[in-house]
């Protein structure tokens, strides 16, 4: 999902893999066994035939299994089930030297707990296995606005930590105003608010949905279909729509072509020049920060002081410490030794609205704060880290170790940082310049 390509597509050996199928629903094992290129979108929807759902299902519907798992996956019911690793039971790798290994919390587990976050540096993921839980119809949505900073970290904190909810969410739309939304399954619409299908083309986007229950201060409950629920982003790429189609969410172009929403990334790319190229790495941000809970309040400050890029998007999540110890992200660990798993994703998507800045100084500053107060950055998007700074913020233990360990794995694979990096991935123009060259 990022507007950059990496490089070593274009200069390593490619390796076709045409893995695009769900294997098996295994309801007594309560697990699905999928293929790493199997989507979202189309994985909620054959599990809602079949009366199941994901725990956690990251909100667009083309991201992918293999991605979420190699990479980050994060949804709202994340304070609950923890990130997309967690609810994974095991992996089937292909491994350099070209044997198939099978990893779970019991066999191999040093590799089941480092392939999270691994970009694909260890083995091919050809298989794995995702835990799933009874769907229900609805989810019963309670939106609550708030007025102040310090009210929204307060609620949002509390709401995170009520396990009773299924998912929470927050859309920040200035630093003193959001709406915290709370979420539960319910088999059947109660009589307490409407049944309100917001995923339907011609609805208005969902964060202008949110926005006017902001405006109007109404504390009110909808029952959503909970497909609608899952991918209430897509139509609107959460907010990213309005910077590239303004008009996008106008009620005649809703009901005229909302159907074609959203243009495919990959058009996205394709369509880019080199001036929308400038343009875009000038003043745009498209970035997940992952910070400790307590450090929310301080984080929204920040990201106004700096960049005054609104919506954000808060979405909680579980960092837990695994059997093992092992792995890139592990839970906030205070001066005294107290641990704390929950952290908050802040998403923000956008361009920068201090003229002044050039986001790409903003970034690598932002990124130093979040190393400062033990945050972890999204690696789908753009990093400006050092190689130093990128070992600090995230745990390399066991990753050096199996590496040296895995047979010919150093010399098939670069490391997680020379593929996500700067130099490790270039915008579709120069990319385009570059196939022009070969």
């Known amino acids: 999902m990022s507007e950059l390509i990496p490089i070593y597509k274009y200069s390593h050996r490619k390796i076709h893999i045409d893995l695009y199928d769900i294997l098996e629903i295994d ?21 809602k035939v079949e009366g199941w759902m994901l725990p956690v299902v990251p909100e667009l519907n083309d991201l992918t299994v293999g991605g979420l798992i190699m990479g980050f996956g994060v949804e709202t019911s994340s304070h609950r089930y923890g990130l997309f690793q967690h609810i994974c039971e095991s992996f089937e790798i292909i491994t350099a030297e070209g044997t198939l290994v099978t990893c779970s919390r019991s066999e191999n587990p040093e590799l089941f707990h480092q392939i999270p976050w691994s970009h694909g540096t260890l083995g091919f993921l050809v298989a794995a ?11 019963r949505l309670h939106y609550q606005p708030v007025s102040s900073l310090n009210e929204m970290a307060k609620l949002f904190e509390s709401e995170a930590r009520n396990t009773d909810n299924d998912f929470v969410e927050g859309i ?18 109660g009589h307490d608010g409407p049944v309100n299908p917001i995923n339907r083309w011609y609805k208005p986007w969902f964060f202008k949905h949110v926005e006017n229950r902001l405006r109007s201060n109404s504390n009110k409950v909808e029952y959503i279909p909970l497909e609608d629920y899952f991918h209430r982003h897509t139509r609107s790429y959460f907010w990213m729509m309005k910077d590239i189609i ?4 106008h009620p005649l172009f809703r009901v005229l072509l909302g159907w074609a929403m959203p243009p495919r990334i990959e058009l ?34 920040y990201f106004d002081e ?12 579980s960092i837990r410490r695994n059997s093992e110890d092992i792995g890139f992200v592990r839970p906030f660990c205070d001066e005294n030794g107290v641990e ?50 990128f070992r600090r913020m995230f745990n390399h233990g066991s990753y050096d170790r199996l ?26 123009v120069e990319v385009r310049r570059m196939k022009k060259k070969h």
């Open 27 to 47: 309801v007594s094992r309560r697990v699905v066994r999928v293929e790493p290129l199997v989507t979202m979108g189309q994985l909620s929807s054959t599990l």
């Open 129 to 139: 296995e995702l835990q799933i839980i009874p769907a229900k119809k609805y989810v």
């Open 172 to 189: 920040v739309y200035n630093r003193d105003a959001a709406v915290i939304m709370c979420g539960r399954l319910m088999d059947a619409a």
């Open 246 to 249: 303004p008009f996008g969410n």
């Open 268 to 301: 996205l790319k394709y369509t880019e020049t080199e001036t929308t190229r400038e343009l875009r790495e000038r003043h745009q941000m498209i970035q997940d920060m992952l910070m400790p809970i307590r450090y929310l309040s301080k984080s929204i400050e």
């Open 306 to 317: 700096h960049t005054g890029l609104y919506p954000l998007w808060l979405s909680p999540m």
């Open 340 to 389: 704390d798993e929950l952290f908050v994703d802040i998403g923000a998507y956008g361009t920068l609205k201090k003229k002044d800045r050039d986001a790409r100084d903003v970034l690598g500053l932002l990124e130093q704060f979040v190393l400062q107060h033990h945050g972890y950055q999204a690696l789908y998007a753009k990093t400006a880290l050092s190689r130093t700074d």
């Open 403 to 428: 590496r040296e360990k895995l047979p010919l794995c150093k010399l098939a694979f670069d490391e997680v940082y020379d593929k996500v990096s700067t130099a490790g991935r270039a915008s579709p």
